[in-house]
């Protein structure tokens, strides 16, 4: 039972514009968000993640919003890039063991320029 | 991907047979945990360890054994390697911080079992 969801398994965007990727989750414990990028033949790398008490994080062009009532997140990027081309994770959990992950199946964004 | 070091990059086992995945870390993290990836199915959990001499199973912990020996180690073991153990393994490992912790991925291990 996938506790995380990325309903979206593509997104194309053109370089320049913004990607908007989206994440549910169902369990109401989840406290601690994340987003990873991963390229092709490598491990995932942390891009941002945001706590519970928070709705909003920045991080130059990342941008992730937090929805606890819709149990809903999303992560913008502005402007997008080529090199943002990626499959995207959105991951969760508890701060309490935060070092144990639940992820998304994934989203695959392609920049076109 | 700095600091988590895995062996092999790839490997190609037959049905029944045993292995190890390698794991370090020189990051002096108290946590480390091993995922595999499937298609369609992110990351999941196998196995997790909160410090050395600790271990503790994750959400598919079936057909794997861990020990944690050292704080820098963190082997993975197949038992009987089948089939349905072909996948993409990922070693991780994190410190405690109560902001939350930032856990770092080793590359990848590519496991074959035919």
């Known amino acids: 039972d996938q506790q995380v969801k990325q309903n979206s398994p593509s997104l194309s965007v053109q370089e320049g514009r913004i990607s908007i990727l989206n994440c549910d989750y169902t369990n109401s414990m989840f406290d601690y968000f994340l987003w990873y990028k991963k390229y092709p033949a490598e491990g995932p790398t942390f891009l941002i993640s945001i706590s519970s008490i928070k709705d909003k994080n920045e991080d130059g062009r990342f941008t992730v919003f937090l929805n606890k009532s819709a149990k809903h997140l999303s992560l913008h990027i502005v402007p997008s890039q080529p090199g943002d081309s990626a499959v995207y994770f959105c991951a969760a959990s508890q701060l309490s063991n935060d070092y144990k992950l639940s992820f998304g199946a994934g989203t695959t964004v392609t920049v076109r320029a | 991907n700095a600091g988590v070091t895995q062996t092999p990059k790839f490997q190609v086992l037959k049905t029944g047979q045993s292995m190890t995945l390698q794991c370090a870390q020189d990051?002096?993290?108290?946590?480390m945990s091993w995922y595999r990836q499937d298609p369609g199915m992110g990351l999941r959990l196998i196995h997790y360890s909160v410090g050395a001499g600790i271990t503790d199973q994750g959400e598919v912990p079936n057909g794997y054994n861990v020990s944690r020996s050292t704080t820098e180690d963190f082997p993975l073991r197949l038992l009987s390697a089948a089939p349905s153990q072909t996948s993409v393994y990922f070693c991780?490992?994190?410190?405690?911080?109560?902001?939350?912790?930032?856990?770092?991925f080793g590359e990848g291990s590519w496991l074959t079992v035919v």
């Open positions: 991780a490992s994190s410190y405690s911080s109560i902001s939350g912790n930032t856990i770092y």
């Open positions: 990051m002096n993290h108290e946590y």
